[in-house]
């Protein structure tokens, strides 16, 4: 189970730290990523981590600004936005990845088997 939270409503150019706590799996055996999804948009990859916590990968669209972290200690994975723009708006996704002990970055939904709920994130210009 992913539970996600952190969202809200923030002007362009400002910060939000999203979380999503992981439970039922051990944690520090999977790859962890976000997606997101604007309306009338499809599901777009955001940010993956590996589940060793050495590699990252994000999207273009995001590059420079969203930045993603682990802390298996805490079963929790973090996508940290920065410089946020009202087209960063939308309902973002946590997701754990399906087994894979290669550390290799995931960017695909069909590579990923566990879904949270999704979080609002709405960046007023």
Known sequence: ???????????????????????GR???SYDMGWFRQAPGKERDFVATITWTGST???????KGRFT???????????????????EDTAVYY???AKYD???????????YDYWGQGTQVTVSS
């Open 1 to 23: 189970q992913l539970q996600a939270s952190g969202g809200g409503l923030v002007q362009a150019g400002g910060s939000l730290k999203l979380s999503c706590t992981a439970s």
């Open 101 to 111: 002990w290669r550390v290799r970055p995931k960017q695909k939904e069909d590579e």
């Open 26 to 28: 051990t944690f520090s």
């Open 68 to 86: 993603i972290s682990r802390d298996n200690a805490k079963n929790t994975v973090y996508l940290h936005m920065n410089s946020l723009k009202p």
């Open 94 to 96: 946590c997701a754990q």
């Open 56 to 62: 990252t990968s994000v999207a273009d669209s995001v």
